[in-house]
C-alpha cells in the first residue's frame, strides 16, 4: 500500500494543474480581449516613454 500513498499526491498536482491549464485556455479571449490588450498596451507604452526619457537625460547629463 506504499506505492498508493506515493502515487496520490503527485496524481492529485496533476489533476489540479490540468485543471488550471484548462481555466486559462478557457478565459482567454472573449468580450475582455480587446480591453485587456488595451490595458497592457498603454502599460507597455507608459514603460517604454519612461525608459526613453530616463535615456534622453542621461545623455543631455554627459554633454
Known sequence: MDYVSALVPPVVMAVFFTGLIV?????????????????????????ENTRQASGDRDRKADA
Open 23 to 47: 481555466t486559462i485556455v478557457k478565459t482567454q479571449g472573449g468580450a475582455n480581449k480587446a480591453k485587456e490588450d488595451a490595458v497592457v498596451d498603454a502599460a507597455l507604452a507608459r514603460a
